[in-house]
């Protein structure tokens, strides 16, 4: 009975009803701001859309134009190296035997690959013996009279050498260079590509992972095919190392300073308009700065690591000030109130507590910021880092005295020049510098993870 | 408030442990708190009460100096402890700290395990030589703090994973391990459910044995429960001073007696 009481609805006809009117009719200026909504919701949908359809493409192109870089074109053939012409004193001695240059050690070569030919009754028909020298990469006689300036007793032997093929051989296998192109090309005739595809057949010409493009420093516009990043990442990893060794203590010691102990005045609040300022300075401005500071002044070796690492330092600071501030801002307050309040010091407070929770933020900002710093290329090009080096930096820490160059400005270098073998590099080079920044995030990421703390 | 036990509260001693004269506190041009003279006896609870903004916390954070820390607040006046001035130039704050500890609004325990908690005072401060005297601090303090019987299986388990009661118990145990002489506490109980607080209340007379205990409250109940003495402030000045008792049945000022009966504040 009360039951079918409580379950009865009240009569209330339109007159019992509010002013509003009935909640089961959307009001007009209702259906306006759900339409309004949709609309918002609508624009960032699309803006993240068309933003990874970006990301997409750049990728896509990145990795089609670059991943063969990773793979390539290589000659095996046995090579009789005769004592008589590559030593001619005859007493094995490497000073008198380094007077035989890479042209006689390239003439060897190219005698014994079409000798070797020859024996594999293989048909070099249309191709003139000079074109068949071309096949191998110009490097390949310099790399054989290293070796065997390295080691002498290899003279008079023969012995199973595997080189780098031209570049053009090597296109060839990719697909870049076809026998159309091949016609009007005055490095790489059609006959030599025909010849090539025999020389697959008979195992000669292979294919494999470039352990050269990650190992090799750069080599000349006419061998792109010797052409590695070697220098490169050395250097990169140099100035890397040496930006977090200068960065990381300055920048903590900067922003403990002004957010715990800097009286708050009208110093500290130009100061800090003047961190946030520099963090905006366009890059090639601090490479002017360290031309003329590090380099002209204090007479610091030009294109060395060290002043790539100065000038990167310079710019990587207020991102660092920046980040480490915001992130001991995040400390809540009661926390130094609590480490006060059982009569730890001021520098107590901030060692015990502040910094050990600011610092995944401090840890996270200082590797963004050495990621921007990984990526940069104006300033070091004015602080001529752009030379050609092709000598390995020696170990640290002199090494870091040594020109050297960096992975973005390599990859600078080669979209210059005009071999398409180059482009193929760049885009090589660029996969190899983005998962160097993949992983610099995700240490990033993870070490955010490891180390937050909840409160 | 009629409340019998009142009339009973006795003050156990009569030592001053804390003198305050004529003190001022501006926060930049406002005028925070004025001319006020307090009293503080040792072993004994006392309860600064009124409404919002009168001042009475700032009174408190003046006690051991944690007004310092706020760049525009200035103290003028005289406060001793035991007849030294705590505002003398020769004071360190950071000592000053280790004698007059502090219980915050919040519990705010670090974010370390229980055992670092309550272990940080006394480390700091070298109390403990060896690791067995700081063992024997950190079980002391948290017995104190009658907290120990739901912690000392889990001393490595974080602070702030205990419960919002257990924290300002464990809050309270870190203030009191690195003995103190004066215990101030701001509001310790705002943010506990009554069963803690009831807790904490009883934690606080038992306290009283030990220390002089300074007691921030928005809480008249709480005030009348646990303290000896009661100071009300009112728009920056102290009103009234006096036995709790005497406070809560037969206020002196008129203005007490409106705020004690609800009609302001």
């Known amino acids: 009975m009360t039951d079918a009481t409580a379950n009865q609805m009240p009569a209330s006809g339109p007159a019992a009803r509010s002013k509003h009117g009935s909640i089961l009719v959307q009001a007009p200026s209702m259906r306006a701001r759900n339409r309004a909504e949709a609309r918002f919701k609508a624009y960032g949908l699309a803006a993240i859309v068309l933003a990874l359809t970006m990301l997409a493409i750049m990728l896509t192109t990145i990795l089609s134009d670059g991943l063969s870089a990773f793979r390539q074109a290589s000659l095996t053939f046995p090579v009789t190296l005769d004592a008589a012409t590559l030593d001619k004193s005859g007493n094995r001695d490497v000073a008198e035997m380094s007077k035989a240059t890479t042209v006689t050690y390239g003439k060897v070569m190219a005698q014994s690959f079409v000798a070797h030919l020859v024996a594999q009754g293989i048909s070099t028909e249309g191709v003139s013996e000079k074109e068949l020298a071309a096949m191998l990469s110009k490097d390949a006689p310099a790399a054989l009279r290293n070796d065997v300036l390295a080691n002498p007793d290899l003279l008079g032997q023969t012995i199973e050498v595997t080189v780098l093929a031209n570049g053009r051989i090597d296109g060839y296998l990719k697909g870049r260079v076809t026998m159309e192109s091949a016609q009007k090309d005055s490095n790489i005739s059609p006959e030599q590509l025909v010849l090539s595809d025999a020389l697959r057949k008979a195992g000669i010409l292979t294919s494999g992972f470039n352990w050269g493009f990650l190992k090799n420093p750069d080599a000349s516009d006419q061998r792109p095919e010797a052409a590695g990043l070697g220098v490169a990442m050395i250097g990169s990893a140099y100035m890397m190392v040496l930006v977090l060794i200068i960065t990381l203590p300055i920048g903590v010691a900067a922003s403990v300073y002004l957010e715990e102990f800097a009286p708050k005045n009208k110093w500290t609040d130009l100061i800090e308009v003047n961190i946030s300022n520099l963090a905006a300075v366009p890059s090639i401005v601090f490479g002017i700065l360290g031309l003329a500071v590090f380099i002209n002044f204090a007479g610091f070796p030009q294109s060395s690591s060290l002043v790539g690492a100065f000038v990167l330092s310079l710019m990587t600071l207020p991102t660092i000030i920046i980040a480490t501030r915001a992130s001991l801002k995040a400390v809540p307050p009661s926390i130094r109130d609590a480490a006060l309040g059982v009569g730890a010091s001021k520098m107590q407070t901030v060692a015990h507590h502040v910094l050990p929770l600011a610092a995944p933020g401090i840890l996270t900002g200082t590797i963004l910021g050495l990621a921007r710093a990984l990526g940069e290329t104006a300033p070091l090009l004015l602080i001529g880092m752009v030379a050609f080096v092709d000598n390995y930096p020696s170990a640290p820490a002199e090494g870091v005295l040594d020109p050297a160059t960096a992975l973005p400005v390599q990859i600078y270098t080669w979209v210059q020049r005009s071999d398409p073998a180059f482009v193929e590099r760049s885009n090589g080079a660029i996969i190899v510098l983005l998962l160097f920044l993949m992983v610099m995030n995700v240490t990033a990421i993870l070490l955010r993870r490891r180390f937050e703390r909840r409160w | ?265």
Not at chain 2, 57 to 73: G, K, P, Y
Not at chain 2, 218 to 245: D, K, P
């Open chain 2, 1 to 265: 408030m009629n409340d019998m036990r009142l009339l009973e509260r006795a003050v156990d001693t009569q030592v001053n442990k804390i003198t305050a004269r004529k003190v001022q506190v501006y926060y930049g041009q406002n005028h925070a708190l004025k001319d006020v003279d307090v009293d503080i006896l040792d072993k004994t609870v006392t309860a600064f009460i009124g409404p919002s903004g009168c001042g009475k916390s700032t009174f408190l954070r003046c006690l051991n100096r944690m007004n310092d820390t706020i760049a525009v607040c200035r103290v003028e006046g005289r406060i001793d402890l035991e007849g030294e001035d705590i505002y003398d130039p020769r004071v360190d704050p950071v000592q000053l700290r280790a004698k007059v500890g502090m219980v915050f609004q919040k519990p705010n325990p670090f974010p370390k395990s229980i055992y670092d908690n309550v272990a940080y005072g006394p480390k700091i401060h070298g109390l403990a030589r060896k690791k067995a005297d700081l063992d024997e601090i950190v079980e002391s303090s948290l017995r104190k703090a009658a907290l120990w019987n739901e912690v000392k299986d889990r001393l490595d388990a974080p602070g702030t994973g205990l419960s919002g009661g257990q924290q300002q118990r464990l809050c309270i145990a870190r203030a009191i391990a690195t003995s103190p002489e004066v215990l101030l506490m701001d509001e310790p109980c705002s943010a506990l459910d009554p069963i803690a607080t009831a807790q904490v209340e009883e934690l606080i007379d038992e306290l009283r044995s030990q220390f002089s205990v300074v007691i921030v409250t928005h809480s008249m109940q709480q005030a009348a429960r646990v303290s000896q003495r009661t100071a009300f402030f009112h728009l920056g000045s102290l009103v009234e001073y006096g036995e709790t008792g005497q406070i809560f049945t037969n206020p002196k000022d008129p203005r007490t007696e409106s705020y004690i009966t609800g009609r302001i504040g």
